[in-house]
């Protein structure tokens, strides 16, 4: 599977941005897929996944802002509303086929204060 995130940037506190993932290859094994996130110093995090039935699950830190969401086997999406300047970071797709593991590269994204 090859992953492909596009749709980060800069943007002011309390804006909203839209990750995309391209997705390409054996996409119809995919069971899961979701939106990691990598900022300066830190540990690369969760921030959101989705099943291939729809069920969503969230970080802490991004509930009620976010929502994940696919299209088809091919799409996936980002919704990130009432951002923070804590959101910054590099923002990273992923897929899981049983218990192999596939990333995309990721897409920065930016919050100002």
């Known amino acids: 599977v090859q992953l492909q995130a596009s749709g980060g940037g800069l943007v002011q506190a309390g804006g909203s941005l839209r990750l995309s993932c391209a997705a390409s290859g054996s996409v119809f094994s995919v069971h899961s897929m979701g939106w990691y996130r990598q900022a300066p110093g830190k540990e690369r995090e969760l921030v959101a996944t989705i099943t291939r039935r729809g069920s969503t699950n969230y970080a802490d830190s991004v509930k009620g802002r976010f929502t994940i969401s696919r299209d088809n086997a091919r799409a996936m999406y980002l919704q990130m509303n009432s951002l923070k300047p804590e959101d910054t970071a590099v923002y990273y797709c992923?897929?899981?086929?049983?218990?192999?593991?596939?990333w995309g590269q990721g897409t920065q994204v930016t919050v100002s204060s």
């Open positions: 992923n897929a899981m086929i049983l218990q192999d593991e596939y």
